[in-house]
Structures are given as structure tokens and as C-alpha cells.
Nanobody
Framework: VHLVESGGGVVQPGGSLRLSCAAS????????MTWTRQAPGKESEVVTM????????CYADFANGRFSVSRDNAKNILYLQMNNLKVEDTALYSC??????????WGQGTQVTVSS
């Protein structure tokens, strides 16, 4: 199982980024996917989860209305569109694959820094 995130970077407050997570080594469309993030000195937290078909998802309160998760099961890619970014969104963003809510693989993460 291999998960590789990309798309992070430095952006000003109010800006946008689109993260990607390329998956391989398993049948991507059969598993629930999650984006998590971890800020320096803080515990990891779930950003959003998306079910196998891509039609059902849920978001953390801080992500509602600003972030949007999607997946392309034909290309084995998970996306996270982040708009109206805030300084407090600065973190390492990682994708996670789970089986019946039991995570079994994590990517290395992509750094998002929101700074003026």
C-alpha cells in the first residue's frame, strides 16, 4: 500500500490549495479515505472522510464550508480542495486509508503553510 500526497505549499490567508493523494497497492475504490492534519505541537485531527463511492462525506467543523473532498476511483486519487485558508490551517496534511473505519495505511503528508 502506497499513499503519496502532493499540492501543499505556502499561501496567504484567504488563498486556496488543492491537495492530492495518489494511491497504489490496493483497490482504491473499495476503501474509505480520510484526510488528517497535524499542526506543530498539536495532536493529529481528522479533516474529512469520504466513502468508497465518493457520494458521502463528512467534515470537521473547521472544514465545513471551506474544504471539499473528492475522489477519482478510476485514477486512484483523493483530493482536498481548501479555500479561504486561515493561519490556523497550517499543518502537515496526510491521507489515510481505512477498512471499516480501521485505518491501515498513511501517507507521508504534504505541508500547508498559511502566512502573510
Amino acid at each position: 500500500v502506497h499513499l503519496v500526497e502532493s499540492g501543499g505549499g505556502v499561501v496567504q490567508p484567504g488563498g486556496s490549495l488543492r491537495l492530492s493523494c495518489a494511491a497504489s497497492g490496493f483497490t482504491f475504490g473499495n476503501f474509505e479515505m480520510t484526510w488528517t492534519r497535524q499542526a506543530p505541537g498539536k495532536e493529529s485531527e481528522v479533516v474529512t472522510m469520504i466513502e468508497t463511492g465518493g457520494e458521502s462525506m463528512c467534515y470537521a467543523d473547521f472544514a465545513n464550508g471551506r474544504f471539499s473532498v473528492s475522489r477519482d476511483n478510476a485514477k486512484n486519487i483523493l483530493y482536498l480542495q481548501m479555500n479561504n485558508l486561515k493561519v490556523e490551517d497550517t499543518a502537515l496534511y496526510s491521507c489515510v486509508v481505512s477498512n471499516n473505519s480501521d485505518p491501515f495505511a498513511w501517507g507521508q503528508g504534504t505541508q500547508v503553510t498559511v502566512s502573510s
